[in-house]
């Protein structure tokens, strides 16, 4: 397998998003940024003058002088795109890049939830790829997405438990930060020293994705899993990390020590173990009394890994537990990013320049 087999292209590359699909593609085995692409206010600038850059860490070299292009397929030269694309326009632009034979791997939300597209998190529902076979947008463009930053973590957290248990109902208060509203995102005034229990559109996000996702592929569709969340959405003046308060009932008797005990011992599906950007743990269970905090434990896994604690049994459903995910790693760039690894190894990003790995070569 060659290094950097595979020319990728940002669309949304200044966004706050789209920045940290260049900081984390910086040392990428596979993928090597070779197109941004962005709105017509930042077209035609070097990337280094369009971006608003946030890390402490500089621009990556490579990126910093390329010109960023309008989003448009012709301009872009790439084997397939990442979207971090605002999604008042997300949607048409992705569909013109799948019917102009490129593959886009979305983080936006105008697709999730389309019946021919998978919403995917590799070690969750793989199996769920098998959607793009039937998308018809072009012999070689294709969209696949990836959750909601908030359903992202708390999925990570329910697999293992629909894997071993009936689940009935999810209960969950979401405490969302700053950087989930991109930049500059909430008025600092209304941010600091605040909490808002609104997040326009969240809660319904968490109470549909979730049945997709573990929803089952049945011939050629998803029969959506059957459960029922309600969810409350807070943000809160952390920088990054979403804090899920959740409590679970299910059908027949589970008490915490049992979902512990499933949590701790989860496997991922087999061929996910050579995908570069796949955390060992998947699911890290805490067991101080104090975690997980998002100050301490938002970076586990380079900000892959999703950390529960505070397991305890719930006299009102059966157990609920505190989640702690990463919103702009796990739960946006970071989960592209792993899904387009899942796509090239199981050949669906074929048509590059390589043939698609087979064996791990490095993280
Ligand atoms: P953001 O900081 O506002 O960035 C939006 C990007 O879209 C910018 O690059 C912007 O380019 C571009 N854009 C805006 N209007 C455009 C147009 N008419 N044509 C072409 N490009 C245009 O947003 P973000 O937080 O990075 O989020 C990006 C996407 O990811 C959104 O769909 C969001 O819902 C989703 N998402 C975000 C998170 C998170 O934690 N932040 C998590 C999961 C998913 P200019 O700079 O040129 O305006």
């Not at 697709?111 to 199996?127: D, G, K, Q, S």
């Not at 109902?169 to 950087?179: E, F, G, I, K, P």
């Not at 599906?269 to 009394?289: N, W």
């Not at 505190?322 to 919103?327: D, G, P, Q, W």
């Amino acid at each position: 397998m060659d290094e950097h087999a595979y020319r990728v292209g940002i669309l949304g590359a200044t966004g706050a998003v789209g920045q940290t699909f260049i900081r984390l593609l910086a040392d990428h085995p596979w993928f090597s940024v070779t197109s941004v692409a962005a709105s017509q206010r930042s077209a035609g600038k070097p990337y280094r003058e369009a971006a608003n850059w946030l890390s402490g860490a500089p621009i990556p070299a490579p990126v910093a002088s390329l010109e960023v292009q309008p989003t448009e397929p012709s301009a872009l030269d790439c084997d397939f795109v990442f979207s971090a694309l605002d999604s008042s326009v997300a949607g048409g632009i992705e569909q013109t890049f799948a019917e102009a034979g490129v593959p886009v791997v979305s983080n936006a939300k105008n697709h999730r939830m389309h019946e021919r597209v998978p919403l995917l998190i590799p070690e969750v529902n793989p199996e769920h790829l098998a959607l793009i076979d039937t998308q018809g947008w072009s012999a070689d463009g294709f969209i696949v997405t990836n959750p909601n930053c908030s359903t992202t973590g708390l999925i990570c957290g329910l697999r293992p438990l629909m894997d071993a248990f009936d689940v009935e109902a999810v209960q969950v208060t979401m405490l969302q930060a700053l950087s989930g509203a991109g930049y500059p995102g909430v008025p600092s005034l209304d941010a600091v020293g605040n909490v808002i229990p609104h997040i326009g559109g969240e809660e319904d996000k968490l109470a549909t994705e979730p049945r997709k996702i573990l929803g089952t592929l049945e011939g050629e569709d998803i029969a959506p899993a059957d459960l029922t969340l309600s969810a409350q959405c807070t943000r809160v003046p952390v920088r990054n990390g979403h804090l899920a308060c959740a409590s679970v009932r299910f059908r027949g008797d589970v008490d915490a020590e049992a979902v512990g005990d499933v949590l701790r011992t989860y496997e991922a599906p087999a061929g996910t173990e050579t995908l570069p950007s796949r955390p060992d743990p998947f699911v890290q269970v805490l067991d101080t009394p104090d975690a997980p905090q998002p100050q301490r434990h938002v970076k586990a896994g380079g900000g892959m890994t999703v950390s529960v604690g505070r397991i305890q049994d719930c006299p009102v459903n059966d157990v609920k537990f505190v989640l702690l995910s990463h919103n702009t790693v796990r739960g946006a760039a970071g989960g592209a990013i792993l899904n387009a690894e899942l796509l090239a190894s199981e050949g669906y990003l074929a048509e590059a320049q390589a043939e698609p790995p087979t064996e791990p070569t490095g993280a």
